[in-house]
């Protein structure tokens, strides 16, 4: 049976703290080049702060971490790539980028509702001898490509390459964890499989707590997020209608 | 048939046309875009084998499991280490890009004397020439490990002084030390049992105490329930990140937490929630609704809800006298879910001050804060692995970097029972360097060298037969055939936890409520970091996001 693999982030947990996005690029190899700037820099996970508007002692925050949504249905960047570099993979249900067919046009960026991509404006470098400390499993970030979340897929092939050694068809969950999951100190992003009814993540993703970002757009993202704050439910609506203290590009 | 010129212009356009077409021209720019990409000069990681090792981050005093991803003998990535008793799989951001550090641009890999190049020899000639003509003071950052007992022990041979710099967890128990004899070292809070946390200006959620300690308790007990289990109170001036994730935030004016915390004992006894434990406060609670902006009855009611749930205890971001007296009031020192003695055996450590202006030569360990500002005439000796920019050290001595070193991991700041660990050295250090103690060691070869002490250390866990080793199984201490199974077990990772200290073994005695000490702004865990610079992808956090302010005078 194909796999559906989803997250459900529990924004009531979430504190802000970033080590996901740290994490998510030690594990992908992302350069930390100092000429980028929260418009230019590749985070495919970006942690927003957003607020209930008030101000004073009734003010509210919280955190969003924003990623690639892995859009189900009618998946925006899918539809517009003119190269066939992103597809979404039917056994697995990841929306994937391919780097070697980008040609980075941005198109997917455009129609991305999520702003979850990213362009790679420079060729990776790191300070001598820091190549040293690269992730094996992944190839270094190229220039001139659209980069997103891929739920650590490098971890998802090693992860097959494990159970086929063992003779298995099916891939033990638990050697299959993206690196922001593994890196959350509270344990607020919890993966799955969604097409597992029984998965704890797939029930999670249906209680009644649980809402999605834009989900009127009818792309059936498989990242949810679930708070008990109502204000943080009603920004499952257009981000720009509430405060956002966060810009990027 | 004749060939015209015509003909072959026609035949050239018609081909031009038709090739645009063909699947040609877009796999040529196809291929041209992964040429482009793959340029010899980009660096490209080694397709090795990865073995995983574990161990404990020695980068500042919280000790934190680690699980590191190595690649032809360097580490390629860092993970918590869940089996870790305390962190339990957590870290702070900053470590889980730990494993470049060490080959940041601003890594010292030479002596260097005023600026300029220089040698071990000449380092060692210039500190026995001051050793030899005045006191020598040594500051350690890390206190209890095996290489500060070779400082310290260095310190008393040559009649000079060993002096600490704490952090704000430590700090903030200095009041109960100072009214019970026992030494701040030996304390801790047991907020494992406690059900209410009541912090002023802790950032207990944002890099307080042991990273995943506090976060992973308020995630389990606390996180997005109405009535929590534990109920974490936080007390700021502004909408901290502790704060916005409180069960209650308090927001009252800068400065005035002394006064709120004088106005809680006085709203606790006023209203008879709490027997009259010790002095009575001399700030009434309309005095303290006057000074922190907070209405009489709100200070009332949250009084009340301090005590409707216990075992309670405040937690004060520094020293902070006032705050301390309301945990005597409160009955939180020496209880379940307070303020325990988690050792009998910690010595009291003198904070790094006057003897230093006094001193002939400083030597300042590699775990004191870059930006520890001595005011002093003496020769410094600075030992430090990277260069974090100005400085009025004599001597910058390079030291081994992130997992280049033997260390042991004492117990970290503020927790209610004793660890032991054992960091070995996973990576093949840098050339040229030397920590503190191995310096001291060749200049007095008579000092006993730190991976001695680690050896006999854990044979005297062995040999107490107390607590249990934390490891993919927890084991008794007990169940161990021998010391040396019991030491390669931390050596490999594994964290020996002592036994909870039963309640009492605290007996403050306090005659007057304290009077508010001066304090200075708050601090958090970036700023605190003890290396002089920052991992290069903290520039997420600092540069590529608005989450967080870039702290002052690191490198990112």
Known sequence: ?249 | MKVTRRDLLVWSAGAAAGLIVTPVPWKLLDDTSIWSQNWPWIPQPARVPVEMKQSSCTLCPNGCGLRVRMAAGWPVGVAGLSTHPVTRGALCPLGFAAHQLNWHPQRLRTVRHRGSNSSWSEAQRAFAKARAEGPIVIIDGYPGRAASSVLETFAQKQNGSYRVVEGPETRALKPYASWSGVPASALGYDLENAETVISFGAPMLDGWGAPGRFTRLWAERAAGRSDPQLRLIQIDSTLSRTAARSWQWISIRQGSESTLAAGLAAALLEQKLVPARGPIPAVSVDEAAMQTGMTADAIRELARTIVGRTPAVAIAADDNPSIAALNLLLGAVGTLGGIVRRSKDAVDHIAAGDAISSARAVLIDASVPWDFIHQTDAEVFRFAAWDGGSTKADWLLPVPGFLEELTDVPTAPALAVETYAVAPSLVKPASEVQSAAQFLATVEPSLIPAEKIIHTRCYNIFRALKGNVHGDEITPVAKFASAQKLEAQLWKGAVWVGEASPPGGIRCELKGWPAAPVLGAAENWSALWPAPVLPPLASKLYNESSLREAPDRRTV
């Not at chain 1, 049976?1 to 947990?13: E, P, S, T």
């Not at chain 1, 980028?36 to 985070?43: H, L």
């Open chain 1, 1 to 249: 049976m194909n796999a559906r693999y989803g997250m459900v982030i529990d924004l009531d947990r979430c504190t802000g703290c970033g080590s996901c996005m740290i994490a998510c690029a030690a594990e992908n190899n992302v350069p930390a080049l100092p000429q980028a700037t929260a418009r230019t820099g590749i985070t495919p996970v970006l942690v927003r702060k957003v607020s209930n508007g008030a101000e004073g002692s009734v003010r509210r925050e919280a955190f969003i971490p924003i990623m690639c949504m892995h859009c189900e249905h009618d998946t925006p960047c899918v539809k517009v790539c003119p190269q066939q570099a992103v597809e979404v993979d039917k056994a697995t249900g990841i929306v994937m980028q391919m780097p070697q067919r980008c040609l980075g046009c941005r198109y997917c960026m455009t129609a991305c509702p999520y702003h979850a991509r990213y362009f790679n404006w420079w060729d990776p470098a790191w300070p001598t001898g820091m190549e040293k400390s690269l992730n094996p499993g992944v190839a270094v970030r190229m220039r001139g490509v659209v980069e997103k979340c891929n739920l650590c897929h490098a971890r998802l092939h090693a992860a097959k390459e494990k159970a086929a050694a063992l003779g298995k068809h099916e891939i033990d969950a638990a050697e299959y964890v993206p690196a922001c999951v593994e890196a959350c100190p509270t344990n607020a992003i919890h993966f799955g499989n969604l097409a597992d009814p029984n998965d704890p993540v797939s029930i999670e993703s249906r209680s009644p707590e649980a809402f999605r970002l834009l989900a009127k757009l009818g792309t059936e993202p498989k990242l949810y997020y679930r708070s008990k704050e109502s204000w943080v439910r009603a920004l499952a609506e257009p981000i720009s209608a509430h405060s956002s203290e966060v810009q990027h590009g």
